[in-house]
């Protein structure tokens, strides 16, 4: 055999002892894989590409559990935000509400005040109008009360002649009528006569009478007292208790002796 056709089968040798080599080298590499993960509790009978897809999915697995946690601090972020903003809300609202409340409360006593000065001048223009109609009734009656007065006394002057007669009596009978008109009138308006009882204190009824003549009184126990009653007193009903007297009734009234004696 010649030199050059033994290279041949010893090259195939080594090509051979390479590749047992090579695939002793993958079988160890495998079996030292299997190993580490029989290691770390992986039982070393399971495929390699299942551990594979095992590593992807605890990979993936972690990343879900990171984005969760990410969405949970996320949501506990707007969670937070919400409620802060909720308190702004009603504390901004609780301050609007009590600035109403104090709007309101100064248009209360704005108008408070308006019904108040609106009643005032309300019972001052009825004490005007009041004093105004007191006034015209009083002028009025004043009026018609003088003219009472003047009938009175001519009737008396009339009596006083004592004189039996058609055209007195007829005159007399005329005066009473007019007068009687003049009362009713006066009546009809709440104005009322009154005469003061003769004997009685002048000081208990002092606003009611006006002493236009005196006269010495027989004992101390007279002094003061009503003997006379002129012409009568008016007086405006204002009610069951209430009067105005518009004009006093004309009275005499007894002085005390001792007055008399100092003068004389």
């Not at 909720?86 to 509400?97: F, M, R, S």
Request: negative net charge.
């Amino acid at each position: 055999m010649e030199q050059g056709e033994l290279w041949v089968p010893l090259l195939i040798l080594l090509a051979l002892f390479a590749i047992s080599t090579a695939c002793l080298a993958i079988a160890l590499w495998q079996f030292a894989r299997w190993r580490r993960r029989a290691d770390t509790d992986s039982s070393w009978l399971v495929p390699d590409a299942l551990f594979d897809r095992l590593d992807a999915s605890d990979a993936r697995l972690h990343q879900l559990e990171r984005a969760f946690m990410g969405l949970s601090n996320a949501q506990g972020e707007f969670r937070l935000v919400l409620k802060q903003f909720g308190e702004y809300i009603q504390k901004a609202g609780n301050q609007q509400l009590q600035e109403v409340g104090r709007h309101l409360q100064d248009a209360n006593e704005h108008i408070g005040s308006i019904r108040n000065l609106a009643e005032e001048r309300s019972r001052e223009l009825d004490r005007h109008k009041e004093g105004y109609d007191h006034v015209v009734t009083r002028s009025m009656a004043l009026g018609i009360i003088r003219t009472l007065d003047r009938i009175q006394d001519y009737r008396g002057q009339l009596e006083a002649q004592n004189e039996e007669s058609s055209i007195l009596d007829e005159s007399i009978a005329r005066l009473d009528a007019t007068h009687d008109q003049l009362q009713m009138l006066l009546e009809s308006n709440q104005i009322e006569s009154f005469e003061p009882e003769i004997g009685t204190a002048a000081k208990e009824i002092s606003r009611r009478i006006f002493p236009f003549e005196s006269t010495p009184a027989a004992s101390e126990k007279e002094t003061g007292r009503i003997y006379s009653v002129r012409y009568p007193g008016y007086a405006l009903r204002l009610g069951e208790t209430q009067e105005r007297v518009i004009r006093e009734a004309q009275v005499g009234v007894y002085r005390s002796p001792s007055e008399e004696l100092e003068h004389e």
